[in-house]
């Protein structure tokens, strides 16, 4: 294989709403009204939105110094 070609391993980690809703412990409602949020780190395939797993990290930890 060529060396451009990236690895899956190197891929991030895409995590679905119901596993963000769960996280947060928040309803449908709250979740979609997130999803569209633009700073919120989100991406939409189709029909479907999908949210990288680091993005979100960082997305959480700048929530929880705003909160202070």
């Known amino acids: 294989m060529s060396s451009q ?4 391993t190197n ?3 895409l995590l679905k ?3 963000v ?3 947060l ?3 449908s409602d709250k979740l979609y ?3 569209r949020q633009k700073n919120f780190p ?8 999908y949210i990288i797993e680091d993005e ?4 959480l930890n700048k929530q929880t110094k705003k909160s202070y």
Not at 56 to 59: L, M, S
């Open 56 to 59: 979100f990290i960082e997305w």
């Open 5 to 8: 070609v990236k690895e899956l």
């Open 25 to 27: 412990n928040i309803g």
């Open 21 to 23: 809703k769960k996280y």
């Open 33 to 35: 009204e997130l999803l």
């Open 11 to 13: 891929l991030p980690k």
């Open 42 to 49: 989100s991406l939409k395939i189709g029909c479907r939105f």
């Open 17 to 19: 709403p119901t596993d």
